[in-house]
Structure formats: structure tokens, C-alpha cells
């Protein structure tokens, strides 16, 4: 079975702290800031390729993990640069952001590399602050957090044409029939239970690949019977052929119907796609009489087709090739808005945009941006507090506590970074 949707988590690395430190050695007593910077962290990025077919080898990866860059040193030296670590996924793979259900990659050609989780910024040692003004910097920053989230990676099949009807409409003899391939065929329904490929040659040599999708029934699109795990697949083709057996068992007007309702409640575009009516089975007793009346009663001409006696491919094989000679590439279902660069919200974040909150009797700062920039300070240091202390004006912290009633001698908290407050 086609394992085509894992939940993982990603994480990228975090930045190595700067390090503070002053030259001393035997012949130079004080000989400056030599303090390095600390190495960056490395990132996750998604690589599609063609030899894989499954997402299956990551039911067993939930956490796929980029290296923490080092610590900066001594005598200038840098922190080593954390490994990227390089996820190679099927072609036709997309990742989800399952925070808010954004694309983040549509991995949709083979060699495509998608950034997802960045990695973070290694800090500055305190070498780099040395200035005509500041010759004796006893400030070094913190690395950059990485990003740790969960992702959803979702395999699409790619093909140019999807086959879709009910069980047993006929469609996986009919993929046999135009196709090198071996689709299970049975006279039950539901026998085929993940796509099947096949390639077409048509006699010019042009050529094009057909999806023969398992049997959609009513409900689908809710998720009953193969649900919608199939109908995503469908999402991935350019022309629908649509079969409906003439072979008397359901009315076929009901049929057909009963399928165009699935494909326009999936939401995908799928209805909109261009489609080849088929009146399948033509060879059973009364067939024709059946699809005389389904033509009139829809108002189509549908294509005939006997498997079994060999009839009707070659029109149908012409017919989806002059489609597809016209059909637009469509996006997939909520692609069209949601797909976005990479997070590019989180720049535009400004430092006065937090909430402050009176938790167990201490000051509590919310705020994304205002919290990475306290986090990178290292406060260990005066200077590193003079720094902080610049971020909190530049944030307004103090006229806010004020306002807030706070008193000389209560907590202040931002993040992981703690202080107290004075009037
Ligand atoms: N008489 C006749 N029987 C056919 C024809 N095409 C398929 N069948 C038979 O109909 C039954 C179902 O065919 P499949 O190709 O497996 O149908 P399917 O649409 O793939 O069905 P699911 O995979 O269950 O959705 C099988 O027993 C086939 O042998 C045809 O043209 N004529
Ligand atoms: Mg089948």
C-alpha cells in the first residue's frame, strides 16, 4: 500500500553563542578583544527526487534534526558552522506547515531544494564590537534559537490524465488496456486500493501518463469509503476521464452524478477540470440502449468503450490528448493563497508589539520579536545589560511598567531573561 502522508517534526539548528575574551600571552599583557563569533546553524531543506516513490521511511523519522552551530573562542576563533541537514523526499512531495496549514514547498520537479526551517544566526564575539569608541568590549551576543515545528508531507501522484468513476466502472482494465502496466483488476469493488501508473504511446509518439484512481463512492469527499486520501490524487492531473459502466447494475445517470458531486465537494478544482464522459462495458446486453438514454438525458455525446472487445480506446486516447494540449497546469487545494516565501511576516514584526501580562506578582513581557531580541543578549556582562536596557527603551518597557503600576523591586520577565525594576 502507498504510504502518502507523514507527520514529522523539523528542527534547525541554533546559533553558537559569541564568546568574550581578551588576548594575553607572555609578551602582551592586554592585547584587546579576541573574543569569536559563534557558528550558525545549520537548516533543513527538503530535495525532491526521482528515484523515490514513497513517504513511508518517514513514519519511523519524527524529528529531523539540522546541527547546532558552536560556541565562538578565544584567540578570534569562530564556532564551527552547524550541518544542514538535506531531506530527500519523492518528487510530487508537499510540505505543510501544520501550524497554519501553509505550503511551504511544492517539491513538484526532481533537483527542486526548499528551504523550511532556518537555520539560526550564530551571535557576535565580543571582537566584533571593538570600535575607536569601545576599545575594551566586555559584550559578546547569543546565538540565534533555531526553529523547531511540525511539518506534514503529503506525496501527490503526477499524472497528465486521472481515471474516476465508481467501483467497478471499469478502470483499471482500461489502464491495462492503453498501458504497459499490471493493475489488479477483480469483479468486486474496491480492488484497487492505491493509483496505479501507466504510460501511453500514441501512434504519433507523443505520450502521456494516466492515473487509475481507486473507486470513488458517495461521501468520498467526507472521507467515506477511500475518501479523500484519493480524490488528492486526482489533483494532480490535467483531464479526468470519467467511466460509467453500461452494464446495468446502477443507473448510470446516478452514477455519474453521484461522482461529479465528490469531485465538486473536494474543492480542489477538480470539477473544473476538462473531462471525457465514457460509457464503459459496451459489450453487456442492452449497453447501447443505456447509453442512448444516459447521452439524451445528460445532454452529452459519451465516448463508448469495450475493454474486453477492444473498442473506443484509440478515440478516447485522441480526445484526452487534444485536452491536454490546452489544459492549464492547476494549482493544488489551498495552494492559490496560502503558498508564500519564507516567512516573510516575521520580518515586519515590530519590537513595541507585545503584551504585558501581571503573572504570579512579576511583570511578564509577550512578544515575539521584543523576546528573540532579549534572547540574544547576553546579560551576564555590564555591557550586556546597558544593551538590554537600550532594547527596553526602544520598546517603551518603562513607561508601559509605570503605567501598569509596577513598584521598585517587582520581577520583569521577558522570555528567559529576568530583571528587576527600578523607579
Ligand atoms: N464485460 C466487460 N467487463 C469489464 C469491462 N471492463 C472491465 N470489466 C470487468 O469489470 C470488473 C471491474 O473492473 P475493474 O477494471 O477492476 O474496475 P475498477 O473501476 O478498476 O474498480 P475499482 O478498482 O474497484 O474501483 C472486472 O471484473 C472486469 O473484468 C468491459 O469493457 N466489459
Ligand atoms: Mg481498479
Not at 468503450?305 to 473506443?312: H, I, Q, T, V
Request: glycine share 12%.
Amino acid at each position: 500500500m502507498l504510504i502518502d502522508r507523514a507527520v514529522v517534526e523539523v528542527r534547525s539548528g541554533n546559533g553558537g553563542d559569541g564568546h568574550i575574551s581578551f588576548l594575553h600571552d607572555k609578551n602582551t599583557e592586554w592585547g584587546g578583544p579576541d573574543g569569536g563569533n559563534g557558528g550558525d546553524g545549520g537548516s533543513v531543506y527538503f530535495l525532491a527526487k526521482n528515484n523515490l516513490n514513497t513517504l513511508f521511511p518517514f513514519r519511523h523519522s519524527p524529528l529531523l534534526s539540522a546541527e547546532d552551530g558552536e560556541k565562538g573562542m578565544k584567540k578570534l576563533m569562530a564556532g564551527k558552522r552547524g550541518d544542514d541537514l538535506v531531506v530527500e523526499v519523492p518528487t510530487g512531495t508537499v510540505v505543510i506547515d501544520e501550524r497554519d496549514g501553509h505550503v511551504l514547498a511544492d517539491l513538484d520537479e526532481p533537483g527542486k531544494k526548499a528551504l523550511v526551517a532556518k537555520g539560526g544566526r550564530g551571535g557576535r564575539g565580543n571582537a566584533s564590537y571593538k570600535s575607536s569608541r569601545r576599545r575594551i568590549p566586555r559584550i559578546a551576543q547569543n546565538g540565534e534559537k533555531g526553529e523547531r515545528f511540525r511539518i506534514i508531507l503529503e506525496l501527490k501522484m503526477i499524472a497528465d490524465v486521472g481515471l474516476v468513476g465508481l467501483p467497478s466502472a471499469g478502470k483499471s482494465t482500461f489502464l491495462n488496456l492503453v498501458s504497459r502496466a499490471n493493475a489488479l483488476t477483480a469483479d468486486y469493488p474496491f480492488s484497487t486500493l492505491s493509483p496505479n501508473l501507466g504510460v501511453t504511446y500514441l501512434e504519433d509518439g507523443n505520450s502521456f501518463v494516466v492515473a487509475d484512481l481507486p473507486g470513488l463512492i458517495e461521501g468520498a469527499s467526507q472521507g467515506k469509503g477511500l475518501g479523500t486520501s484519493f480524490l488528492r490524487h486526482a489533483e494532480r492531473t490535467r483531464v479526468l476521464v470519467h467511466l460509467v459502466a453500461m452494464d446495468g447494475m446502477n443507473d448510470p445517470v446516478k452514477a455519474y452524478k453521484v461522482i461529479r458531486k465528490e469531485l465538486e465537494a473536494y474543492g480542489g478544482h477538480l470539477e473544473e477540470r476538462p473531462e471525457i464522459v465514457v460509457a464503459s462495458k459496451m459489450d453487456i446486453e442492452g449497453a447501447a440502449e443505456r447509453k442512448a438514454e444516459f447521452d439524451k438525458e445528460l445532454g452529452v455525446e459519451s465516448f463508448p468503450l469495450s475493454s474486453y472487445e477492444r473498442g473506443g480506446e484509440v478515440a478516447i486516447l485522441k480526445k484526452c490528448e487534444e485536452l491536454l494540449s490546452k489544459a492549464p497546469k492547476f494549482p493544488l487545494k489551498g495552494e492559490e493563497e496560502k503558498i508564500r516565501a519564507y516567512h516573510p511576516l516575521e520580518e515586519n514584526l515590530r519590537l513595541d508589539d507585545y503584551v504585558l501580562l501581571k503573572e504570579k506578582g512579576a511583570y511578564v513581557v509577550h512578544g515575539k520579536k521584543i523576546e528573540e531580541d532579549a534572547a540574544r543578549i547576553q546579560t551576564k556582562t555590564e555591557e550586556g545589560m546597558m544593551r538590554l536596557l537600550s532594547l527596553l527603551r526602544k520598546a517603551r518597557l518603562e513607561e508601559k511598567l509605570k503605567a501598569a503600576g509596577a513598584k521598585d523591586g517587582d520581577e520583569v520577565r521577558i522570555g528567559e531573561v529576568t530583571f528587576v525594576y527600578e523607579e
